[in-house]
């Protein structure tokens, strides 16, 4: 059902569109990746925490899926499972704020000056 929900989205575009968007798509995959191995490398070095557990840490992905993974990998489930509840806690409680302030922040931007 979802595949056929996110298809039914591409219906009507032209070869164009969903080029760039594909192109996009790839781009910001690999920005992704390459923060995500830069923040586990870093870990590894400062914590002394496996790359494989600091990798599954920060990666972007569900909780439960990266947990199955670190599961499977043999890594610590743990480690990885508080990051990623860390992470959306975070987010729950930081983000309606955050975007409470920019939302004010552009409705003074346009306002007319008087």
């Known amino acids: 059902m979802l595949g056929v929900t996110i ?3 591409f219906l009507g575009i ?7 968007t ?27 925490v496996s790359f494989v ?3 599954l840490a920060f990666a972007p992905g569900g909780q439960a899926e990266m947990s199955l993974v670190a599961a499977a990998t043999g890594v610590n489930v743990a480690y990885v499972a508080v990051h990623h ?9 930081c983000a309606p704020p955050l975007f ?13 000056q008087t």
């Open 22 to 48: 594909i192109s996009h798509t790839l781009a910001f995959l690999v920005m992704v990746v390459a923060v995500t191995y830069a923040f586990a490398w870093t870990i590894e070095i400062v914590a002394g």
């Open 53 to 55: 557990s600091a990798l």
């Open 14 to 20: 032209t070869l164009k569109e969903f080029t760039e």
């Open 85 to 93: 509840l860390i992470r959306i806690f975070l987010v729950l409680v």
């Open 7 to 9: 298809g039914c989205a």
């Open 100 to 112: 409470s302030l920019i939302r004010r922040h552009r409705n003074r931007k346009q306002r007319p």
